[in-house]
């Protein structure tokens, strides 16, 4: 098969389309995936500059979410069957012909929504509801700020948010990029290059702060984060865009009974992604189901253009996901 080589640490010219050997089923509960597309991520750049190695037994080649076909079963694997059109939270592999994956991390194509597409969905439908909802507890009545709202996560969590019954604030960097989560559903768009976004969610909530704050940027964002909490808020990190490192005024944190917390999907145990992924299908397809949560992709690229679709990620020029079609 081809799939996307990272030859060595460095820019997206690093990636290189080379003939490898097929993966093979190893294990009874794992599933092969003959791959339509996969999605962009930032952690992938990441990856590629050397800074985020792939777990132990997970493949080498990047990409971490794809969707397909079912090409093969192992002997333990009763749901799935050859031929299903699937998609997959993966550890990698994803910029590739075909994958392994266990089965429990495998989820049909939500209605309405093609096979291409659906790559856009695992790894941000994962992220978004194992944050704020399944660990935050974000509910019905309350508000959300969430940081880069025009990014593949943000987009999705704006759409699940609103369906859930929250409001949305939104930090994003242009007017078309804050015009875009408008359409989405957002409720306050902050053009955080122009505007204060700690003062702006002051004015909109009376005063009292936002309960939770989905956060990509880290270090550089953190006290202004505890600031624009509300009394017992809740800040979840996924990302250090911003930088991994911070002075904070713990009097905020102690004043306010605030709660940080930080995870990853990638190193979690394949028992634990499972657990997230029947989750998902059971809280979270229903609304794409229904046509309330849709899939957000700016541009499709060739397997051969991985590098150009690294560029433009790293250009933060896109709205919503990037694919690549195997």
């Not at 590739?96 to 209605?111: N, S």
């Not at 964002?221 to 009394?231: M, R």
């Not at 944190?253 to 605030?258: D, E, I, S, T, Y």
Request: charged residues 25%.
């Amino acid at each position: 098969m081809k799939a996307v080589v990272i030859s060595e640490a460095g820019g997206p010219e690093v990636l290189q389309l080379r003939e490898v050997e097929d993966p093979k089923i190893e294990e009874d509960d794992q599933v092969l995936i003959r791959v339509a597309a996969t999605a962009l991520n930032r952690a992938d750049t990441l990856q590629r500059q050397g800074r985020y190695p792939p777990p132990k037994g997970d493949s080498l080649y990047p990409g971490l979410e794809c969707s397909g076909t079912v090409e093969d079963v192992g002997k333990n694997v009763s749901r799935w069957k050859i031929g299903d059109e699937v998609c997959a939270l993966i550890g990698g592999g994803g910029y590739a012909e075909k994958v392994v994956v266990p089965e429990g991390q495998v989820l049909p194509v939500p209605p309405g929504v093609s096979l291409q597409d659906a790559a856009s969905f695992p790894e941000v439908a994962c992220t978004v509801w194992s944050t704020v909802f399944m660990t935050s507890h974000v509910s019905k009545g309350e508000t959300i700020l969430i940081h880069g709202g025009s990014s593949g996560i943000g987009t999705f969590a704006i759409q699940l948010a609103r369906y859930h019954g929250i409001r949305v604030f939104v930090t994003a960097g242009s007017e078309g990029k804050l015009a875009a989560c408008r359409d989405l559903g957002a409720d306050v768009c902050i053009n955080y290059k122009t505007e204060d976004f700690v003062s702006r969610v002051k004015q909109e909530t009376g005063g009292k702060g936002v309960d939770v704050i989905l956060d990509n940027i880290g270090g550089a964002y953190l006290q202004k984060n505890l600031e624009s909490l509300t009394v017992d808020g809740r800040l979840f990190i996924i990302g250090f865009m911003g930088g991994t490192t911070a002075e904070i005024n713990l009097a905020t944190v102690l004043a306010k009974r605030l709660t940080l917390q930080a995870s990853g999907l990638r190193n979690r145990s394949k028992e634990n992604k499972a657990f997230i992924v029947s989750e998902v299908e059971k809280n979270v397809w229903p609304a794409v189901a229904e046509g309330k949560v849709k899939p957000v992709v700016f541009e499709r690229f060739p397997l051969q253009e991985a590098a150009e679709a690294h560029c433009l990620m790293e250009s933060s020029k896109h709205i919503g996901k990037i694919l690549l079609l195997a």
